[in-house]
């Protein structure tokens, strides 16, 4: 079952949030989202939309619910889902995932999640909602699981935007990128996977 696009209409934390324990399918391929990170608008320094709309970030000031697939380090590719309001550019990394689809190997970094799933810049603006796409979200199973929350990984260009506890995962999971967050951090919150 797709997620409502109202879930990627409100704030990019919430979001991140929410898309832990979806699952992100391309192809015949499957695997559950356990690690996210919010970039909430153009505000946030750690953002592409804070340096303005260009050709590369067009796709973030567009409806919610696409794709936004970049290039970092001239090799890996990282895909986000476009969130808020149209014309407000944010957006949330899926950074790891529990591969669900056998002969996967680990998607602990967006990099390598990526590289398995075979998604790259030709997938950006996708629409990860539409249930025909070969690249789609999906409702994971309903249940309660911990999600801890931590600063962002490699965006300490952005000041004191870097220390935002803007990353998110799912406690303890061995699936997500390291640094884990989760069985040595302070409680946990307990929330529901989707709304």
């Known amino acids: 079952m797709i997620p409502e696009r109202t879930l990627f209409l409100g704030k990019a934390t919430d979001a991140a949030r929410r898309l832990i324990g979806m699952v992100l399918v391309h192809g015949n391929q499957r695997a559950r989202i356990v690690e996210t990170e919010a970039y909430v608008g153009p505000h946030d320094l750690a953002c592409h939309a804070a340096k303005g709309r260009t050709a590369r970030t067009e796709v973030m000031f567009g409806p919610p619910g696409r794709a936004y697939v970049y290039l970092i380090y001239g090799m890996y ?81 952005a000041g004191a935007w870097a220390l935002k506890p803007f990353r998110y995962m799912e406690s303890g999971s061995p699936f997500g990128s390291k640094p884990r967050l989760g069985l040595a951090s302070k409680a946990p919150r307990l929330i529901k996977a989707r709304p």
């Open 77 to 157: 590719n990282c895909l986000n889902v476009v969130t808020g309001p149209e014309e407000f550019a944010s957006a949330v990394l899926i950074r790891a995932a529990e591969p669900l689809t056998e002969g996967l190997p680990a998607l602990d970094g967006p990099g390598k999640l990526c590289r398995a799933l075979a998604i790259d810049r030709g997938h950006n603006t996708v629409d990860l909602l539409n249930p025909r796409s070969p690249l789609r979200l999906e409702l994971g199973e309903p249940n309660r699981i911990r999600i801890s929350r931590g600063p962002r990984i490699g965006v300490d260009y």
